[in-house]
């Protein structure tokens, strides 16, 4: 069974479609099958591995609300052997008033996305920076959550929030939902407020906070503008050891976890 992990935080702005583009192309790279889900109606991460959103027939939209096979919407990336996209598109922002009165409203990616987790090593959800239906059908669906966290104060005012709507869901619609990590994102290393709030997550969090940390680097900024995650833009450039650093950590931390349920189950 593949690993659904979500990519969200209602703050704008923090990194979170960068971090799915990037972090799914780079475990694509290590040869893992993944998928990556853009479920932000701007379409960011679409455009972000080379399609225009404008061409895009069927979507995620269809899938949740139309009840369309996930498998029918799901597009090759063309860049990465192992990448395969579900994309999105502006029509997504309708979605959740037409969902309001369908029956298990908040299940309906979880019903599309499940399904294809025996066919995926990872699935990485981009939210849309918001709380609303679509996040919580994203966190419904997901197995764990990445949080990516700007090295700026207001970042953090936003998190107990986010991690409010995680209790609440992991008690009414998901018990499986983890937190994955807190990724901190476009890190300054000249800036004296960059490392408070590196100290303050990591004081906090402890081992929530991921050791791999996301600088500023012009190249990842550069990359969605011709259509290609970064290690592909630049594969030497520090954005793109970063996220390369960010999967090898994931794929450990969750190979560790699966041996030790693996051990369980045979003491048992």
């Known amino acids: 069974m593949g690993k659904i992990i979500a990519v969200a935080n209602q703050k704008g702005g923090v ?15 290590l040869d893992y099958r993944t998928l990556l889900v853009d479920a932000d109606p701007q379409a960011n991460a679409t455009s972000g591995v080379g399609y225009d959103p404008k061409d895009i027939q069927n ?15 799901i597009v090759p990336t063309n860049i990465l052997p192992h990448l395969d996209l579900m994309p ?13 009165n369908l029956p298990n409203r908040e299940e309906k990616m979880k019903e599309a996305l499940r399904p294809l987790a ?8 981009d939210c849309s920076p918001s709380l609303g239906l679509i996040t919580v059908n994203a ?22 929030k986010l991690l409010n709507t995680i209790k609440i869901i992991q008690s009414r619609l998901n018990t499986e939902l983890e937190i994955e990590g807190i990724l901190l994102t476009m890190y300054d290393v ?55 650093n960010l999967a090898r950590e994931i794929v450990e931390k969750n ?14």
Do not use: W
């Open 139 to 160: 966190l419904t669906a997901a197995h764990s959550v990445i949080i990516p966290v700007q090295c700026e104060y207001f970042a953090l005012e936003g998190l107990g």
């Open 190 to 244: 000249r800036l004296r407020l960059s490392n408070q709030v590196v100290e303050e997550v990591r004081m906090h969090f402890q081992q929530l906070a991921f050791d791999t940390i996301i600088p500023r680097n012009v190249k990842l900024s550069e990359s969605p503008s011709f259509g290609i995650p970064v290690i592909l833009h630049d594969a030497e450039s520090k954005g793109s050891i970063s996220y390369l």
């Open 88 to 100: 999105s598109h502006i029509d997504l922002v309708g979605a959740e008033v037409e969902m309001i």
């Open 118 to 125: 025996a066919e995926y090593d990872f699935i990485i959800i």
């Open 15 to 29: 990194g979170k479609t960068t971090t799915s583009i990037n972090l799914a192309a780079s475990l694509a790279a």
């Open 255 to 268: 190979s560790v976890e699966a041996t030790e349920e693996t051990a369980e189950d045979e003491r048992i």
């Open 59 to 73: 979507s995620i939209y269809e899938c949740m609300v139309d009840g369309i096979n996930a498998r029918d919407i």
